[in-house]
């Protein structure tokens, strides 16, 4: 594909559904919308308008075994491409917990990533070109099957955008070949202490797992309960980890990680037998959130990020904080690449519990910036935390992404009120933000 080919203007056929509000006669809204799994309220329409719903642009255009290539529309689902890739050795690699049902679409929107980003990366890493639709109806085509294209890298700025630039209608990935050799671990710890100082210790012992989970040990018992999946009810902590590559080296790895597990005091640390064994374990890890519901009407999942080194005083920090606002709050994230996704447990019917949860929240978020971390690892900005966007941003920052914005969608035609905080974002929406009587900053 040529970076900066360009055909005539033209219109794809999309599907529109009613918004809930009514649509104002002065403005549009056009938030793309696919599977609707996003947890930041990126597909949300702010101020109302129409929805462009890709659901069923959901064709495998193509699979290119030989060159580890497949072409794909918006509304294919992650995991539908991984089994389609399958009988040719292959899988794609970015794997949320919502793979089951969230769509590639989606994925690049808010650049998603998954329990094994720790060694493959996030969806960026894995799409070379990308077919999209400006806000006046051009059609245009960014990056190159093969990689890097000669140039900007403007795949890598559309990666990300969530819907606020272009429209994207069609996606080039690269697959990844299945390994020789998995191994899946279950380090077993007393202490929530330990298990966190244990990643610390893998990282810095140049040991690189395809991915590395942490749940605390209230979190487990009430996975243990819902999925059965072999965690140990009376431990403070697990840890989940994989290694895969050449059978060699996944032994190598694999006794190493046992070796760094026992000498921060791991209680046991077991390798799946088979893979009936390692399913059963994924299916807990990627259950969690699910099972958490049999405990309270609602939750709120965050998406702070903080560096590795970090892990054991922000596990004590948020601990804190939920108790200071009278929560339990579960912890089920990404350990080795120090994305958390601490989730507080509240009934929204409750308007008190409600605001204290945002509150609650917010301060996590906070602290993580502060931390040295950032405001999100792969659920996006959204409508949900652009209001704590000046934390890691200036003014200056914020002037140069309004006009990348505006070189694309100069009229705030797609997806309005997302990503920018409300006093920095699309004119009419500033407006409007000025006569609502409440903004949230959660």
């Not at 990627?286 to 049999?294: D, E, I, V």
């Not at 009419?428 to 009587?437: C, N, P």
Request: with cysteine.
């Amino acid at each position: 594909m040529n970076t900066t080919a360009r055909s005539k203007k033209a219109a794809p056929i999309w599907l529109f559904f009613p918004p809930p509000q009514k649509r104002s006669p002065k403005s549009s809204n056009l938030p793309p919308s696919g599977a609707g799994t996003g947890l930041s309220g990126g597909a949300l329409a702010r101020t109302g308008g129409l929805m462009i719903v890709f659901a069923r642009m959901n064709r495998i255009l193509s699979i290119d075994p030989e060159n580890q290539r497949a072409v794909v529309q918006p509304g294919v689902v992650n995991f539908d491409l991984t089994l389609a890739a399958e009988p040719h050795g292959l899988y794609f690699a970015p794997d949320p917990s919502s793979q089951k049902s969230c769509t590639i679409g989606g994925n690049v929107a808010e650049n998603a990533g998954g329990p094994h980003t720790l060694a493959y990366g996030v969806t960026t890493n894995h799409v070379t070109a990308l077919e999209l639709v400006l806000p006046d109806g051009e059609i245009v085509r960014v990056g190159s099957t093969q990689g890097d294209a000669p140039g900007y890298d403007l795949t890598g700025l559309f990666v990300g955008s969530e819907g606020t630039l272009a429209l994207v209608t069609e996606i080039t990935v690269r697959l990844s070949p299945k390994p020789e050799a998995v191994k899946t671990l279950l380090a077993i710890f007393d202490s929530v202490d330990d298990a966190a100082e244990t990643v610390v210790d893998v990282t810095a012992r140049a040991i690189i797992p395809a991915a590395c989970e942490m749940l605390d040990g209230w979190t487990l018992r009430v996975v243990e309960d819902f999925v059965h999946a072999g965690f140990p009810r009376d431990s403070a902590a697990v840890l989940l980890l994989e290694v895969e590559g050449l059978a060699e080296a996944v032994a190598g790895q694999a006794a190493a990680i046992t070796e760094a597990c026992n000498a921060h005091r791991a209680r046991k640390v077991r390798v799946a037998r088979d893979n009936a064994e390692r399913e059963l374990l994924w299916k807990g890890r990627k259950n969690a959130f699910g099972a958490l519901g049999r405990l309270a009407p609602s939750n709120y999942v965050l998406d702070g990020v903080i560096p590795r080194t970090k892990l054991p005083q922000a596990l004590r920090r948020i601990r804190e904080i939920g108790h200071r606002y009278g929560f339990d709050i579960a912890n089920i994230f990404h350990a080795g690449d120090g994305n958390l996704h601490p989730i507080v447990l509240y009934d929204p019917r409750d308007k008190g519990q409600f605001e204290r949860a945002m509150q609650a929240s917010a301060e996590i978020i906070r602290y993580c910036v502060e931390a040295g971390g950032a405001l999100t690892g792969e659920h996006g900005i959204g409508m949900e935390k652009a209001e704590l966007m000046p934390l890691l941003f200036s003014d200056a920052d914020f002037d140069l992404m309004r006009r990348v914005h505006d070189a694309f969608n100069p009229a705030c035609l797609l997806n309005p009120g997302k990503i920018f905080p409300l006093s920095k974002g699309c004119g009419e929406i500033r407006l409007r933000a000025k006569s609502s009587a409440h903004v949230s900053v959660a």
